[in-house]
């Protein structure tokens, strides 16, 4: 699944290639991609509309078009956005018969497709259709991430203080507490090992559990992590192929995550797996300390 890394690498390549570009036409192959919305209630309010920008929030893509809309879109599984050129371009009338499986993988795959005034088209594939769209008013944008995602890891606001306040009095493991969006936005499994490991914490430490020098060290962990990630051009494990229809580097440059069995980049253990949240955890129990539950505070009694 892609996370922050893969978005945040899609977000950077198609950016510069999508700002001033015209939507001549939106065309939706999958009415699951933007329900509850009608598809021809979406294309018509997308068509003729100029984007303004690329963006990101935690794991979501944000389409910035004018007049004040913003196309939101998760790319969930196995989602990705791929900007199409010269002659791999599908004849318009296609779409609808391509979707339905005539022609190759991306292309059977295919949910959506934006038709661009400099002839281009950005196409959202996706094998399994978790992937989604919505369209929100800028101005309804905070209000609708607010119950979402917390903070941005790649902001001034991510600071040990606020993995603090964050990580106060939780008791689930650590390696839950960072899935959790609406703790810490964008990261997802693969980063949230990489992360523990970077920090030297094991994934099953109760997040309450963290001390100070704990909190800085996880934060910095967090960053580094996602910050390697990117400069990975993200992991191509499974589906993931980046803006340019590209796999990433970053699946070859993972410290412990898929690494069961191996040894330890730090220390003489083996990397271990074990199923956390029912997703597949990846740790070192040679250096990764495994921190106790805090005993509650007894109030003072006189
Ligand atoms: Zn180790």
Redesign the pocket.
């Known amino acids: 699944m892609p996370e922050l890394p893969e978005v945040e690498t899609v977000c950077r390549q198609l950016e510069p290639e999508l700002e001033g570009r015209r939507i001549e036409r939106l065309e939706i192959y999958d009415p699951r991609w933007c329900r509850p919305t009608m598809p021809t209630e979406l294309e018509g309010a997308v068509a003729g509309r100029t984007i303004e920008r690329l963006g990101r929030r935690g794991k979501y893509l944000l389409l910035g078009l004018d007049r004040g809309l913003t196309l939101v879109m998760h790319l969930r599984m196995t989602g990705n956005l791929v900007l199409v050129e010269g002659e791999d371009r599908l004849d318009p009338s296609e779409g609808m018969r391509l979707y339905e499986g005539e022609r190759s993988t991306s292309e059977r795959h295919l949910r959506a497709r934006f038709l661009l005034d400099d002839g281009r088209e950005l196409w959202f594939t996706d094998p399994r259709r978790f992937g989604e769209a919505r369209l929100i008013e800028d101005d309804a944008l905070d209000a609708h991430f607010a119950s979402r995602l917390g903070v941005e890891p790649l902001s001034g606001e991510f600071t040990p203080q606020a993995l603090a306040e964050i990580a106060a009095g939780r008791t689930a493991p650590l390696k839950s507490f960072l899935l959790d969006q609406k703790g810490i936005a964008g990261v997802g499994n693969i980063y949230a090992d990489e992360a523990l490991f970077r920090a030297r914490l094991h994934p099953l430490s109760p997040a309450g559990s963290m001390k100070a020098d704990h909190h800085e060290a996880l934060r910095d962990a967090v960053v580094a992590a996602l910050e390697a990630g990117i400069d990975g051009g993200g992991a191509s494990i499974d589906d993931y192929r980046d803006g340019r229809g590209e796999k990433g580097r970053m699946q070859d440059e993972f410290l412990v995550h898929t690494r069961e069995g191996e040894s330890?980049?730090?220390?003489?253990?083996t990397v271990e797996r074990i199923v956390v949240s029912g997703r597949s955890t990846y740790f070192?129990?040679?250096?990764?300390v495994r921190l106790r539950r805090r005993p509650r505070r007894r109030r003072a009694r006189k």
């Open positions: 330890c980049p730090r220390c003489d253990g070192c129990p040679g250096c990764q």
